[in-house]
């Protein structure tokens, strides 16, 4: 199975602030990831697909770059509706696999 | 709207069994693989199974930790996905999320992936 170590756990930034998560796949996944946001007691909301292309109606602030094993997901300005947790999935190859979660707390 | 309304969670016993549905409208059910996710309280997204198409035979893949235990079926002139989880444990209690994988032309390939999720319907399993 392909494991997905996903960092930090969790993080505190201010509105305006550059914020960086990342993705670690134990083996190549291609661009086989996706990059999900989850509010808490919402549905998990795609934010990203095949680790770079953004989903329409997703702000542009929001990008994901990478290949192969490491990806990243930057928000080049925190803005207060950004809290919640962050997950990715690589879809690569069975059993599908995410991300352990990263959750963004706005200071 | 593309919508996927899931149902059938509940208490159930240690050993028991349930039965989950997802209603799917706004979109051609029939021709999309399905997946389920779940969520244990507090926890992660943990990856459960898929369905594929007719044209695929509606074969099945699923996560180690609820093979032999569940079993994903559809009825497409239903619109309709099904979620047999036998055999229920402590640890498969969850919100239990059906997705819809789409498939969109990227870079130049074909392209399948999770994009719209149901509301998630909810499994405890209890004595």
């Known amino acids: ?107 | 709207d593309v919508q996927l309304v899931e149902s059938g969670g509940g208490l159930v016993q240690p050993g028991g069994s349930l039965r989950l549905s997802c209603a799917a409208s706004g979109f051609t059910f029939s021709d999309h693989y399905m997946d389920w996710v779940r969520q244990a309280p507090g926890k992660g997204l943990e990856w459960v199974g898929r369905i594929r198409d007719k044209a695929n035979s509606y074969t099945t893949e699923f996560a180690a930790s609820v093979k032999g235990r569940f079993t994903i079926s559809r009825d497409d002139s239903k619109n309709s996905l099904y979620l047999q989880i036998n055999s229920l444990k402590t640890e498969d209690s969850a919100v239990y999320f059906c997705v819809r994988i789409y498939g969109q032309v990227v870079r130049g390939a074909n392209y399948f992936a999770m994009d719209v999720w149901g509301q998630g319907t909810t499994v405890t399993v209890s004595s």
């Open chain 1, 1 to 107: 199975d392909i494991q997905m170590t996903q960092s930090p756990s969790a993080l505190s930034a201010s509105v305006g602030d550059r914020v960086t998560i990342t993705c670690r796949a134990s083996q190549g996944i291609s661009s086989y990831l996706l990059w999900f946001q989850q509010k808490p007691g919402r549905v998990p909301k795609r934010l990203i697909y095949a680790a770079s292309s953004l989903q329409s109606g997703v702000p542009s602030r929001f990008s994901g770059s990478g290949s192969g094993t490491e990806f990243t997901l930057t928000i080049s300005s925190l803005q207060p509706e950004d809290f919640g947790t962050y997950y990715c999935l690589q879809h690569n190859s069975y059993p599908l696999t995410f991300g352990g979660g990263t959750k963004v707390e706005i200071k």
